[in-house]
Structure formats: structure tokens, C-alpha cells
């Protein structure tokens, strides 16, 4: 089975200023996917950026960004900029390519302050 | 293009009362999934349909819990009876496929919110 880790339960940022989520997963797998999500108050969760575990390259996306490490299973989502409307709940989470199943860390809580 | 619709968004029940959610998921996506969101937690999955097939349900609670996805388009999730630890966010969520490649974004409802009294 596997396990996603993310061991900062809350985390606060300047506006402007770079930020970095840490996420780290265990799993026996070589193939899969890893993904950022982001849950404002209204409860949707929103794709933010995704991995393909079989691309060294570090997926970029505007001001977000990922340095995956294959081989210590971390995946970290750094922020840059950061904006007020990026106050949100961020949560990691590993996807098995076969099945397509996800699982998720218990989220970290990120505040931008002005 | 329209996302996944949930009703209702918010629902309150006494305990060992029953109580349903249901989803519609956007069109033309194969695979469908219901998590539960405990305050404090992140999403765990509850079930997984691939059309109006199963495709995990291991973490469902089957002696209470149960869920079903007619034509392989929308789905109902029912609780009964609940219970206090029942209290949640169930949010659905739905895919083009279960593989890798493009299709493995999930899109996600509002969720709805179910206290147990």
C-alpha cells in the first residue's frame, strides 16, 4: 500500500515571497503519477501540478514548481510570488498508473499574509 | 465545460438515521470516485467505478455504506444507518480513465458536508 506523508500541518508565507510544501511517499512501485492539489474554503479541490515518475525533468507550472527526488520518494511543491488567493489547503498525493487509485496526505495549510 | 455536480451541499442527520449524496460527473468520464474527508485529513477513498462497473471498494464500509453507479453515468452514495464518525466531507470525483497517460487528472465536486448529530 502505499503512503503519503506531508509533515507540515501549517505554514505561512509574505506576499510576494517563495514558499516550499514538502511531501514525501512510500510506495513499491516504479511507474505512477504524483500530484499537488489545492482546496480553498469552498471544498473544491484543484489540480495544481502533476509528475510523471518516469520524467527526471521537474514539472513547472507558472509559479508553481516541483523538485521530485526519485530515489529519496520526495516530491516538494515550491511557490513562487505567492499571492494572497494562493491562501489555501495543499494536498499531496500519489496515483498508482494501473488501477488510476489516488492517495493523499493529510494536507498542509498555507496562509499568504499582505 | 460543466464540472462534477453534488447535491446536497450541506446535510445534517441524527445518528442511525440514513441519508444519500449523489453526483454527476462530467460528461464522457469513464471513472468515477467517491472519497470522505474528515476534518483535519485528506481525502480517503471510499469506492471506484470504472463505467457502472467496481473497481475498489476496500476502504468502503459495507455493512453501513453502500453506493452504485446506474449506466455508468451518475452515482449515489448512501449511508444507513450513520453514525457519529460518519461526519465528513464526501466529495466525488471523476476521471477520463483509470490509466496513465492524459486521463489521469481527476476533477472534483464541491462535496457535500454531512454532520451527524
Known amino acids: 500500500a502505499q503512503t503519503v506523508t506531508q509533515s507540515q500541518p501549517e505554514m505561512s508565507v509574505q506576499e510576494a515571497e517563495t514558499v516550499t510544501l514538502s511531501c514525501t511517499y512510500d510506495?513499491?512501485?516504479?511507474?505512477?503519477?504524483l500530484f499537488w492539489y489545492k482546496q480553498p474554503p469552498s471544498r473544491q479541490m484543484i489540480l495544481v501540478i502533476r509528475?510523471?515518475?518516469?520524467?527526471?525533468q521537474n514539472a513547472t507550472e507558472n509559479r508553481f514548481s516541483v523538485n521530485f527526488q526519485k530515489a529519496a520518494k520526495s516530491f516538494s511543491l515550491k511557490i513562487s510570488d505567492s499571492q494572497l488567493g494562493d491562501t489555501a489547503m495543499y494536498f499531496c498525493?500519489?496515483?498508482?498508473?494501473?488501477?488510476?487509485?489516488?492517495?493523499f496526505g493529510d494536507g498542509t495549510t498555507l496562509t499568504v499574509k499582505p | 465545460e460543466a464540472g462534477v455536480a453534488q447535491s446536497p451541499r450541506y446535510k445534517i442527520i441524527e445518528k442511525r438515521q440514513s441519508v444519500a449524496f449523489w453526483c454527476n460527473p462530467i460528461?464522457?468520464?469513464?471513472?468515477l470516485y467517491w472519497y470522505q474527508q474528515i476534518l483535519g485529513q485528506g481525502p480517503k477513498l471510499l469506492i471506484q467505478?470504472?463505467?457502472?462497473?467496481?473497481?475498489?471498494d476496500s476502504q468502503l464500509p459495507k455493512d453501513r455504506f453502500s453506493a452504485e453507479r446506474l449506466k455508468g453515468v451518475d452515482s449515489t452514495l448512501k449511508i444507513q444507518p450513520a453514525k457519529l464518525e460518519d461526519s465528513a466531507v464526501y466529495l466525488c470525483?471523476?476521471?477520463?480513465?483509470?490509466?496513465?497517460?492524459?486521463?489521469?487528472?481527476?476533477?472534483f465536486g464541491s462535496g457535500t458536508q454531512l454532520s451527524v448529530l
Open positions: 470525483a471523476s476521471s477520463l480513465g483509470p490509466r496513465g497517460g492524459t486521463n489521469e487528472k481527476l476533477f
Open positions: 510506495t513499491s512501485e516504479n511507474n505512477y503519477y
Open positions: 509528475q510523471e515518475a518516469y520524467k527526471q
Open positions: 498525493a500519489f496515483m498508482n498508473t494501473n488501477a488510476g487509485k489516488s492517495t
Open positions: 460528461s464522457g468520464h469513464a471513472t
Open positions: 467505478f470504472q463505467n457502472n462497473g467496481v473497481v475498489d
